[in-house]
């Protein structure tokens, strides 16, 4: 939104107009600096806000606690159950399927859209069937996964690394046929060679969009990891948070659901934190998100 000033006046029969700069371009550092306090202040003020409704309302028997425990008491279930172990294993199990599943899933993903990029023989023999791949849903493939890999935690690593490898491909894919064919003619020009075209090139020109791929799929791992654990699984967050509903446990059921939401953030933070040092080109796009 434009910061400048507009007024309207008449002269002669006609009208002029005239635009005073605004705070954004009178003090640019300093209308930065509120607007980023701001920002800071309304992330944080609408949780906090939703914690001290909903404490109010369980406290004054708006709320039935019996299904939405106030905000205190869900803390002490998540300490206690921090203090005795099982919080602590549910995490510790979770975040490492999530973390191999995802890295092996943005790997290969990588990898194979890029050559899928480069090579219109692989493209022609594989891209028609990752995308039919794609449109079916990720949970349906889990029983298959069960019958390969047994029971355990390797189907849910394999179903996460799924998950995530076919939106990297096809985004990958994408990011490498979409390079300006006139960066390639003038590299080719200059004498580059295949691997020199592609190292400074191509890659530089596809791994922004690559980069938001992978940013993206951080949060869908997430997402897949705790609801396959849920459905099918013996440990883990997701099975500690559908154990607790069955025990009609809501206070720490509650809790495994919050820490969930922040092993999500803190997941995605890493994930978009790692990709600002590695591709140069989407600092300020991270920086404005």
Same mark, same amino acid.
Request: hydrophobic content about 55%.
């Given at each position: 939104?434009?910061?400048?000033?507009?007024?309207?006046?008449?002269?002669? +029969?006609?009208?002029?107009?005239?635009?005073?700069?605004?705070?954004?371009?009178?003090?640019?550092?300093?209308?930065?600096?509120?607007?980023?306090?701001?920002?800071?202040?309304?992330?944080?003020?609408?949780?906090?806000?939703?914690?001290?409704?909903?404490?109010?309302?369980?406290?004054?028997?708006? !709320?039935?606690?019996?299904?939405?425990?106030?905000?205190?008491?869900?803390?002490?279930?998540?300490?206690?159950?921090?203090?005795?172990?099982?919080?602590?294993? /549910?995490?510790?199990?979770?975040?490492?399927?999530?973390?191999?599943? $995802?890295?092996?899933?943005?790997?290969? %993903?990588?990898?194979? +859209?890029?050559?899928?990029?480069?090579?219109?023989?692989?493209?022609?023999?594989?891209?028609?069937?990752?995308?039919?791949? $794609?449109?079916?849903?990720?949970? /349906?493939?889990?029983?298959?996964?069960?019958?390969?890999?047994?029971?355990? +935690?390797?189907?849910?690593?394999?179903?996460?690394?799924?998950?995530?490898?076919?939106?990297?491909?096809?985004?990958?894919?994408?990011?490498?046929?979409?390079?300006?064919?006139?960066?390639?003619?003038?590299?080719?020009?200059? %004498?580059?060679?295949?691997?020199?075209?592609?190292?400074?090139?191509? !890659?530089?020109? /596809?791994?922004?969009?690559?980069?938001?791929? =992978?940013?993206?799929?951080?949060?869908?791992?997430? !997402?897949?990891?705790?609801? =396959?654990?849920?459905?099918?699984?013996?440990? +883990?967050?997701? $099975?500690? =948070?559908?154990?607790?509903?069955?025990?009609?446990?809501?206070?720490?059921? $509650?809790?495994?659901?919050?820490?969930?939401?922040?092993?999500?953030?803190?997941?995605?933070?890493?994930?978009?934190?790692?990709?600002?040092?590695?591709?140069?080109?989407?600092?300020?796009?991270?920086?404005?998100?």
């Amino acid at each position: 939104m434009s910061t400048l000033m507009t007024s309207h006046d008449r002269l002669g +029969g006609r009208e002029l107009v005239r635009r005073t700069p605004g705070p954004a371009e009178l003090a640019p550092q300093r209308h930065a600096r509120r607007r980023r306090g701001v920002t800071l202040t309304l992330a944080w003020a609408t949780p906090v806000l939703i914690i001290v409704v909903w404490e109010l309302t369980a406290q004054f028997g708006i !709320l039935d606690t019996r299904f939405f425990p106030a905000p205190s008491v869900i803390w002490q279930a998540g300490v206690r159950s921090i203090q005795d172990g099982v919080m602590t294993d /549910a995490i510790v199990d979770t975040v490492r399927k999530l973390v191999i599943g $995802y890295g092996i899933g943005v790997v290969a %993903g990588v990898a194979l +859209g890029v050559l899928l990029g480069l090579s219109w023989i692989v493209r022609a023999a594989l891209e028609h069937t990752l995308v039919a791949l $794609y449109t079916l849903p990720k949970l /349906a493939l889990f029983p298959v996964f069960l019958l390969m890999f047994g029971l355990g +935690g390797l189907p849910q690593i394999v179903l996460v690394g799924v998950s995530v490898f076919f939106i990297v491909v096809l985004a990958s894919t994408t990011a490498v046929l979409s390079v300006e064919q006139g960066y390639r003619d003038a590299a080719e020009v200059l %004498g580059a060679k295949r691997t020199q075209l592609l190292r400074h090139v191509i !890659l530089p020109a /596809a791994l922004p969009a690559i980069a938001t791929s =992978i940013r993206l799929t951080a949060g869908i791992a997430i !997402l897949v990891i705790v609801g =396959i654990e849920m459905v099918s699984g013996d440990s +883990g967050l997701g $099975y500690l =948070i559908f154990q607790r509903s069955q025990v009609f446990d809501p206070a720490t059921m $509650y809790a495994g659901v919050i820490i969930a939401g922040v092993i999500g953030v803190a997941f995605t933070g890493l994930v978009t934190l790692a990709l600002k040092f590695a591709v140069p080109q989407q600092r300020p796009r991270l920086r404005r998100s």
